[in-house]
């Protein structure tokens, strides 16, 4: 069975961190470019990072910029995001998704890239 395990959400005050992680199993992520979205009450789902299979080419929502850091392992099968510097408005689910590529050094976390694999999202919530 193909799929992607999310985990590391929970509370944290404004200015914490968090590591969020993504374990895949059933297929190898090589192939794969990965994106992490994230998705607030009553709003739509957002981009918010994502890496290129060969792991050269991160890219990251202006939102998070400077403050969340997206890396693979693919040794584990394993994708992270860092997230520091945390702020009430990063509140919501988040999900890891991978899709399949041939374009080895790029990504996006929309079109041409098909995130046919999701996580179960982890929720963070951002509060004093």
């Known amino acids: 069975q193909l799929q992607l395990v999310n985990s590391g959400g929970g509370l944290v005050q404004p200015g914490g961190s968090l590591r969020l992680s993504c374990v895949a199993s059933?297929?190898?992520?090589?192939?794969?470019?990965i994106g992490w979205f994230r998705q607030a009450p009553g709003k739509e789902r957002e981009g918010v990072s994502c890496?290129?299979?060969?792991?050269?080419?991160?890219n990251y929502a202006d939102s998070v910029k400077g403050r969340f850091t997206i890396s693979r392992d693919d040794a584990t099968n394993t994708i992270y995001l860092n997230m520091n510097s945390l702020k009430p408005e990063d509140t919501a689910v988040y999900y890891c998704?991978?899709?399949?590529?041939?374009?080895?050094?790029?990504?996006?976390?929309?079109?041409?890239?098909?995130?046919?694999?999701w996580g179960q999202g982890t929720q963070v919530t951002v509060s004093s």
């Open positions: 998704a991978a899709a399949l590529t041939s374009e080895y050094y790029s990504c996006s976390n929309g079109p041409p890239f098909d995130y046919t694999y």
């Open positions: 059933g297929f190898v992520l090589d192939y794969y470019a």
């Open positions: 890496i290129s299979s060969n792991g050269g080419k991160k």
